[in-house]
């Protein structure tokens, strides 16, 4: 079983800075991807950012320029998504999505964690 974390949500001013983390724990070979999503109130679930395992990334026009996903060092199954420049329009729950495969099976796994709210108010 795999567990996915996040982490690092917050009230924060527009213009202001915030990073998420996402921690992947439990009986993994491998990661494929981790994914970065958000929903706001009312509103449908959508991409934000992604990371696959060879460190190419991918963001939506939204936040390009502003975010940054990248793998924290030191630490095999955790990826932080850096917000800069943050806006009210970003505020929403942030989810992070992870694939990849388990350990004792090599069969492939897609966990998702439980969301950490972004709150942009000034």
């Known amino acids: 079983q795999v567990h996915v974390v996040e982490s690092g949500g917050g009230l924060v001013q527009p213009g202001g800075s915030l990073t998420l983390s996402c921690a992947a724990s439990?009986?993994?070979?491998?990661?494929?991807?981790f994914d970065w999503y958000r929903q706001p109130p009312g509103k449908e679930r959508e991409l934000v950012a992604s990371?696959?395992?060879?460190?190419?990334?991918?963001y939506a026009n939204s936040v390009r320029g502003r975010f940054t996903i990248a793998r924290e060092r030191g630490a095999l199954y955790t990826v932080n998504l850096q917000m800069n420049n943050l806006k009210p329009d970003d505020a929403a729950v942030y989810y992070c999505?992870?694939?990849?495969?388990?350990?004792?099976?090599?069969?492939?796994?897609?966990?998702w964690g439980r969301g950490t709210q972004v709150t942009v108010s000034s």
């Open positions: 990371f696959s395992g060879r460190g190419n990334t991918n």
């Open positions: 439990g009986d993994i070979f491998s990661i494929n991807n």
């Open positions: 999505h992870v694939k990849g495969l388990v350990m004792t099976t090599l069969v492939g796994f897609d966990s």
